[in-house]
């Protein structure tokens, strides 16, 4: 399915078997977040999650991460069942969450820290990292001398160094402005196209879920539910100026967009 | 305040009001124990060097030991606070509802059960320190976002990992907040300790002072207990630089 990989194999096969959550709140009225989540990623191919706001994304992420135990079904990552905390997961979050009394060295250094996987050559490593996402010297900078679209691709650094089988993504370029959007878009196909992570994206942009994506999936609003599972047939790389030209790209974007609209989302 | 001098335009305030005040004292010919001068003043600190340093000593004694007596007993029980919902529920509310009595008025009580000597002083500043240290801990405890506390746990961090990698750094800037209001209440404590009973002390020199109208002398005892109080803010300020990194820094 995925065209690429001349490195590493290192994207995880993913499983969500009849996954529900329900959330008992505060006043005790139960909230059903997700309502039996079927999906099934191959290792190494990107997946895209669009959905109203609100529909239980970043709760399916959650439970992916290992934060939040499911209420029913199965999650599985290389065959494990997921938990707790999955040390081939990577998360990246909308806020770039960077710690301001590290540099962005000590950022990336973190979760080597954690897991107490750091050794003399986690510095280069990090450095060699941080070039590759367009970040070389900065790596004694702090966080606040850097823009929003470097931050996150701080963020994006930090989970990478993990390696991680499973890189999540929460709406992580829904909080920069378009150029720096655009921007890194761009980059992280050609990141994931070198990587081969298998990625879980979720976002609002219907348009950069069909540009990154090799299958879009669509939920509906609250409960979740998958209601489009839809591949995403582009070859790759693919061009962020002429894909809007692209009646194929064209395509499958008026085909998502009919969903929210029968929906009344939009 | 260790700023505060570092700043020119502050500096020069500062002397721009001590000269006014000389030539004030001059031109006007009021006598020195109404309102002595700046160098009058100047002259009876050095003179009396020795003398001010023994009182300040004792002073100092008092406002550190009951300053360290609060954070030493105001950190863990913040941290009980912040960890345990119980201690949240039933402490916390009647600490923050405390914080709003004054605790100068128990001055004379402590007197009547602790004597003349350090103990009521030591007692009295840490009563008046400890709050701000027991508050601003919690509320530095709390600030942290919860996202990061996801995003380290989705990289396996235990409990402790979480309290020593993050919550811990990005609550210093609070806590030493804290510290350094209680360290200028710990030494209100103290004096207003020694105001109301004592036979050595910087507040008792004042009073001393007062018995024999010597104006200037409690003048200069004002000088020394600011001084006590700029310096030990100072080594607060001194010791955070070392530890904690503040936010605007790098901005
Ligand atoms: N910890 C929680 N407790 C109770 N309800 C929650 C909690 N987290 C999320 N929810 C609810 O679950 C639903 C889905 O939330 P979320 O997964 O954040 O949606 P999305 O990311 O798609 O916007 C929302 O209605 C939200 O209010
Ligand atoms: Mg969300």
């Known amino acids: 399915m995925s065209p690429n990989k001349a490195g590493g194999a290192i994207g995880a096969a993913v499983t969500l078997a009849n996954v529900s959550k329900t959330y008992a709140t505060r006043e005790g009225l139960p909230v059903q977040a997700l309502d039996a989540i079927n999906l099934e990623m191959t290792p190494g191919s990107f997946v895209a999650c669009v959905g109203p706001s609100g529909c239980g994304k970043s709760t399916m992420l959650s439970l992916l991460a290992g934060l939040i135990p499911s209420s029913e079904g199965e999650i599985r990552i290389d065959g494990e069942v997921v938990c707790k905390a999955h040390p081939k997961v990577g998360v990246v979050f909308q806020s770039d969450l960077l710690l301001y009394w590290r540099t962005v060295l000590g950022n990336v250094l973190l979760p080597l820290e954690i897991k107490k996987q750091r050794t003399e050559a986690s510095h280069d490593q990090v450095l060699e990292l941080l070039k590759q996402v367009g970040l070389e010297g900065f790596a004694d900078k702090y966080p606040s001398e850097l823009s929003g679209g470097m931050r996150q691709r701080v963020a994006l650094s930090r989970a990478l160094i993990q390696e991680p089988g499973l890189l999540l993504m929460d709406e992580p370029f829904a909080a920069l402005d ?14 994931w196209l070198r990587l081969g992570n298998t990625v879980l994206f979720i976002t609002h942009g219907i348009d950069e879920a069909v540009f990154l994506a090799d299958r879009v999936v669509v939920m509906s609003p609250r409960p979740g539910k998958i209601v489009l599972d839809l591949k995403i047939e582009i070859s790759r790389p693919r061009k962020w100026g002429s894909a809007h030209e692209d009646p194929l790209f064209l395509g499958y974007v008026r085909q998502i967009r009919k969903i929210f609209e029968a929906q009344g989302v939009l | 305040m260790a700023r505060l001098f570092e700043n020119s335009a502050a500096t020069l305030l500062i002397l721009t009001v001590l000269l006014v005040w000389q030539i004030a004292v001059i031109v006007s010919g009021i006598s020195e124990f109404v309102l002595p001068s700046p160098l009058q003043i ?12 023994s009182h300040a000593g004792v002073t100092a004694f008092e406002v550190l030991s009951g300053f360290l007596t609060s954070a030493v007993i105001g950190i863990p029980l913040a941290l009980a606070i912040f960890y345990s919902p119980i201690f949240e529920r039933a402490i916390y509310p009647v600490l923050v509802g405390m914080q709003t009595i004054p605790k100068i008025v128990l001055a004379p009580i402590l007197v009547l059960y602790l004597g003349y000597g350090w103990a009521p002083k ?18 530095g405890l709390q600030s942290l976002d919860k996202g990061l506390v996801n995003l380290v746990r989705s990289m396996g961090a235990t409990e402790a990992q979480i309290f020593f990698k993050i919550r811990l750094p990005a609550a ?19 004096v207003i300790g020694e105001y109301i009973a004592a036979d050595k002390g910087l507040g ?21 207990i600011s001084s006590v109080g700029i310096g030990l803010y100072s080594i607060l300020n001194w010791l955070e630089s070392k530890v904690s990194f503040r936010r605007e820094r790098a901005t």
């Open chain 2, 204 to 224: 008792y020199l004042q009073l001393q002072a007062n018995s024999q109208f010597d104006t200037t002398l409690n003048f200069a005892a004002v000088v020394v």
């Open chain 2, 122 to 139: 030591i007692v009295l500043a840490f009563l008046i320190s400890f709050f701000p240290i027991v508050i601003s801990t919690v509320v």
């Open chain 2, 172 to 190: 210093l800037p609070n806590i030493f907040g804290g510290f350094k209001v209680a360290i200028s209440l710990a030494v209100i404590g103290a």
């Open chain 1, 178 to 191: 378009a150029l720096t959007r655009e921007k890194l878009i761009v980059d992280l196909e050609a990141m």
């Open chain 2, 42 to 53: 100047a002259i009876r600190l050095v003179e009396e060097r020795w003398l001010l340093l």
